[in-house]
């Protein structure tokens, strides 16, 4: 882009190209100097759906243009235990005179700060905008955000003021894709010519994910946004809508919920990378606000490091190993067969994103879960494993049915869309349904805690460590309903035994003894 630029830049941008010789090449990096060659290596891998996915989109008839927004994270090479975080908006186009007949780039973002709620707004537009004006207005974008005050990271307005073609001006001339950038017109406001972007982090919201398919409505407002930690250092999920990434399996939340808590080994299975780093974040979200410590991918390829080690899901607890992770490749259902927990989260559109070009179909309800034992699936047996997720069906395959049970009453409340029903009713069930998940297992969760958290504030003298702790639980009089409604007190003690001895207990413990 002719010139260097520093990288203590706050993010950088990245275009990385699917060359047909080559394969994933980082085309371009702004700034220049931000990312290693190891990490723009591992960038490029992460940065496009697997081989599976491409080819359902390229086969995918008269859909020509696939947007996907997803994100992942990667190992920061230059200090270790960091890690860089990424967004990549992700343009796949169908075209049959080209070269397997179509084409497929990604712009990402990427910070070292898990600034999630503002840089998937920054990511969409700065993908958009980079199909219609071309990388020059990258090097803006990268500037904008550099000049942000203290107040504009911690949740203020960031406005980033570029100068881009408008409605129906230079259409896809830099890059000849065909496409105005309508979606990012729609949240820039004119200025001097040009076009200005203005994000409010405290109003973002995250796409609602339609069943069969994807869609860019958004979901409504929620809350405030989760503070963030630097002992454990996670996306920001608050705005995620728990109940459109897993409603084919929300008889089985709390089955998660107790698998996150613990953080188990658990595999979530889609069609593209945008519905597998949406659910991971919503299955880490499920636990809120205990932060989820071990080590978590989005978005998991066969190309990271420690694919061939985590094999064998003992080694999962290892340093530099993940606990949780999102793919899309079929592979990992035969090579990660023993893992503990599988889920599979179906896909919708195969695309992994709206087709612009053709008509929108009614959404359909989600198809019900299932929760299956591993017991049954003997290792001859992996192939049938295969072939029913591969369908990309909505399952939960669990070693065991887990000691704490689905809450009748909540699962009562939840409103359920008919088969026929539109997308505005969808919008407006998911909406609902995730407010009433969210309140439901934040009061689990904090339920839960309190009663340890004496013990880790030192209030009490454990001299005996976690056997003492249990000593004590197991002598007090009674816990509050809303845990034993989820389990018998037997069940209860044997859930904090082994939340005493998982990943998130000693971050946790220590955040609350400051």
């Known amino acids: 882009m002719g010139r260097t630029m520093s990288c203590r830049a706050k993010i950088s941008i990245a275009v990385v190209e699917f060359d047909l010789t080559v394969g994933q090449v980082c085309r371009c990096l702004v700034p220049e100097d931000a990312l290693d060659d190891k990490e723009k ?31 992942f994270r990667i190992k920061n090479r230059r200090e270790a ?8 908006f992700c343009r796949q186009r169908h075209d049959p005179s080209l070269p397997r007949g179509g084409d497929q780039i990604s712009v990402v973002v990427v910070s070292n700060t898990p600034m999630a709620t503002t840089l998937m707004q920054i990511t969409k537009f700065a993908g958009e905008v980079y199909f219609a004006k071309g990388q020059e207005a990258l090097a ?54 040009g076009k200005q972007l203005t ?5 973002f919201v995250a796409p609602i994910i339609f069943p069969e398919r ?42 998660i919920w107790e698998a996150m808590l613990l953080a188990e080994p658990f595999v979530i299975f889609g069609s593209n990378p945008e519905i597998v780093s949406s659910s991971v974040s919503a299955c880490m979200d499920l636990i809120f606000p205990l932060p989820y410590s071990a080590d978590y991918r989005p ?42 927990n599988i889920l ?28 299956k034992s591993w017991f049954s699936f003997r290792s001859e047996d992996r192939s049938n494993l295969i072939n029913v997720v591969d369908s990309y069906t909505q399952e939960l395959y669990a070693m065991g049915p887990g000691l704490v049970k689905e809450s009748y009453k909540i699962l009562g409340s939840l409103d359920l869309t008919p088969d026929d029903a539109s997308e505005m009713q969808w919008v407006t069930s998911a909406t609902i349904n995730t407010k009433i998940l969210k309140k439901h297992f934040q009061e689990l969760t904090e339920t839960f805690l309190a009663q340890i958290d004496p013990y880790a504030k030192g209030l009490y003298d454990v001299e005996g460590g976690n056997e003492e702790i249990l000593t004590c639980l197991s002598t007090q009089a009674s816990f509050p309903p809303v845990l034993t409604q989820s389990m018998d007190r037997t069940k209860l003690l044997q859930l904090y035994e082994k939340f005493l001895n998982s990943p998130n207990c000693d971050p946790w413990f220590k955040s609350r003894s400051l």
Not at 81 to 88: I, L, N, P, Q, V
Not at 329 to 338: D, E, P, Q, R, V
Not at 345 to 366: I, W
């Open 41 to 71: 290596k591992d960038l490029a891998y992460h940065a496009f759906p697997d081989s599976k996915s491409v080819e359902l989109t390229l086969s995918s008839g008269n859909n020509s243009i696939h947007d996907t927004l997803f994100h």
């Open 344 to 371: 599979s989260v179906g896909g919708g559109d195969a695309a992994g994103g709206l087709a612009y070009n053709s008509p929108m179909s009614s959404p359909r309800s989600p198809r019900r879960g299932s929760l």
């Open 199 to 203: 994000v409010r982090a405290d109003e």
């Open 214 to 255: 994807r869609a860019s409505t958004l979901d409504a407002k929620e809350g405030q946004e989760e503070s963030q930690t630097d002992a454990q250092t996670r996306m920001s999920f608050s705005k995620v809508c728990t109940y459109s990434c897993l409603s084919g399996v929300v008889k089985h939340l709390w089955r």
């Open 140 to 193: 803006q974008v990268v500037d904008s955000v550099d000049a942000w005050g203290r107040d504009e990271e911690e949740g203020g307005v960031v406005e980033c003021e570029l100068e881009v073609p408008g409605e129906g001006e230079g259409e896809g001339e830099e890059n000849g894709n065909g496409r105005q950038a309508s979606a990012a017109w729609k949240h820039m406001s004119s200025s001097r010519g």
């Open 299 to 340: 978005y998991f390829t066969i190309h990271d490091s420690e694919f061939n080690e985590i094999q064998n899901p003992e080694n999962c607890g290892a340093e530099g190993n993940p606990t949780l992770i999102g793919v899309t490749n079929t592979y990992f259902l035969k090579a990660y067969s023993s893992w503990p």
């Open 81 to 88: 235990g960091e890690w860089r975080y990424a967004y990549a």
